[in-house]
């Protein structure tokens, strides 16, 4: 069965610090993999998918079947950074997501 | 364009009673899905719609039905509500294998 974890409930960082979150999957087809994030109070919107290789807002993902992992990174953490990080999962037909349980990245000044 | 609406933002129930939480995108998505969110659990899949006309269930589907009678909408309806539904409803949209767009979500307490 498909499975996401991520295994950090919160984790607090300062300001300039590097940050990663951590993601790993359990899944038997070929995975595609999405971050998405929530701001305080708002909706989940995308932060970026392993497929497109890009880097938004200074994150970047690199998916490692070898591993099962699909990580988030930024060089240097900003206060603006803080929320709620979501690992997911497309799973099957009727572009399903299995979601991990979310990280609460806290970045202090 | 509006993207994904929901209504209501909040709702408060008692313990029996049902309701419908609408959700609607205006962007011709053929993909349209319920999540649940509960603090510790993630996003949880409740139902999902492939197409007008077809639905079918999710990870935690019990307790609620759905119906895509249009393209553009996809109420939830909790039949006779229960504590345990007390969570944050969000709806999200998408195109074949592309990013999902979510709605603001609906809040629900179930006293």
């Known amino acids: 069965a498909q499975r996401v974890t991520q295994p950090e409930k919160l984790l607090s960082v300062f300001k300039g610090a590097p940050v990663e979150l951590k993601c790993n999957y359990s899944?038997?087809?070929?995975?595609?993999l999405f971050w998405y994030v929530q701001y305080s109070r708002q909706r989940l919107q995308l932060l970026l998918r392993?497929?497109s290789r890009e880097s938004i807002k200074g994150f970047t993902a690199d998916l490692n079947k070898g591993e099962t992992s699909f990580h988030l990174k930024k060089p240097f953490a900003q206060e603006e950074d803080s929320a709620m990080y979501y690992c997911?999962?497309?799973?099957?037909?009727?572009?399903?997501?299995?979601f991990g349980t979310g990280t609460q990245l806290k970045v202090e000044l | 364009n509006a993207g994904v609406t929901q209504t209501p933002k909040f709702q408060v129930l008692k313990t029996g009673q049902s309701m419908t939480l609408q959700c609607a995108q205006d962007m011709n998505h053929e993909y349209m899905s319920w999540y649940r969110q509960d603090p510790g659990m993630g996003l949880r899949l409740i139902h999902y719609s492939v197409g007008a006309g077809i639905t079918d269930q999710g990870e935690v589907p019990n307790g609620y039905n759905v119906s895509r009678s249009t393209t553009e909408d996809f109420p939830l309806r909790l039949l006779s509500a229960a504590p345990s539904q007390t969570s944050v409803y969000f709806c999200?949209?998408?195109?074949?294998?592309?990013?999902?767009?979510f709605g603001p979500g609906t809040r629900l307490l179930v006293l």
């Open positions: 899944y038997s087809g070929s995975p595609e």
């Open positions: 999200a949209s998408s195109s074949a294998a592309e990013t999902q767009y």
């Open positions: 392993h497929i």
């Open positions: 997911a999962l497309l799973t099957g037909g009727g572009n399903k997501l299995t």
